[in-house]
């Protein structure tokens, strides 16, 4: 995943079906296009517990708009015929075991996701259940950290996850405003570990100051509620153009 560029990795998040139903690949399209890194698509969810009001109201308006994990993988089956960058999915696990664990890991790794992010899938059960389903479909797992998780936890989530460790930048939703010098001594706590994956910081970046500061203590940054609001007010047209003017303004 991190083949290519090891430094100022930028990992962008949109939500599936947002700002309607049929612009997802053109979205990703649109990124890889700007110069992004790497895609976090979010499966919208509607109870999803980490995120700010402006991701929960993009995944009330793709819900809405008719996305479910089953349109998701249509609208993906051949997204690798123009999509080279790493992409990999975020959600919950609600939909993802009423789709079928199982199922879901074989369908989306056939169409060719690189990994997953569910945020409510605890380490024990990881390891206990789910796990050996994600390594049988060779789709990386990245797990989160926060500013509270104990040394010998985040060793333990690092040897878990692969692709990379989301450290979020705090313990709040996404989308608020994180202090990222606040957390200076986690950051610098989690660089003197030694880590066996890269690391990305994300939760409340937003500019170019805040993704250059996370990038002097991470190998990179995750960005979700200020392309989110990019999104909201652009029609199918502008998109494009809106995704490299937003890319542009980070670098």
Do not use: W
Not at 107 to 120: E, K, Q
Not at 142 to 166: A, C, H, M, N, W
Request: net charge negative.
């Amino acid at each position: 995943m991190f083949a290519n560029k090891k430094q100022n990795v930028l990992n962008v998040y949109f939500t599936a079906g947002f700002p309607s139903l049929n612009s997802t690949v053109a979205i990703m399209k649109s990124l890889q296009d700007a110069g992004a890194d790497m895609i976090e698509l979010g499966m919208p969810y509607s109870d999803p517990l980490a995120d700010g009001p402006v991701i929960q109201s993009s995944g009330t308006i793709a819900l809405a708009n008719g996305m479910t994990i089953h349109k998701l993988f249509e609208q993906l089956k051949n997204f690798r015929d123009e999509i080279r960058l790493p992409v990999l999915l975020m959600g919950y696990m609600n939909p993802v075991i009423q789709y079928g664990f199982e199922n879901f890991c074989r369908d989306a790794a056939a169409i060719g996701v690189d990994g997953l992010i569910l945020p409510d899938l605890p380490m024990f059960e990881y390891e206990k259940e789910y796990g050996t389903l994600i390594n049988q479909y060779n789709l990386d797992f990245v797990f989160l950290v926060t500013p509270e998780t104990k040394e010998e936890r985040v060793i333990k989530l690092d040897q878990l996850s692969s692709g990379f460790l989301y450290a979020v930048s705090s313990s709040s939703t996404t989308g608020k405003d994180a202090a990222l010098s606040d957390q200076e001594k986690y950051f610098k706590r989690l660089q003197s570990m030694k880590l066996k994956n890269p690391v990305l910081i994300g939760f409340g970046i937003r500019d170019k100051v805040s993704f250059s500061k996370a990038c002097s203590y991470a190998n990179g940054a995750i960005i979700g509620t200020a392309f989110i609001k990019v999104l909201e007010n652009s029609t199918e047209g502008e998109i494009p153009s809106l995704t490299k003017t937003f890319i542009n303004s980070l670098k």
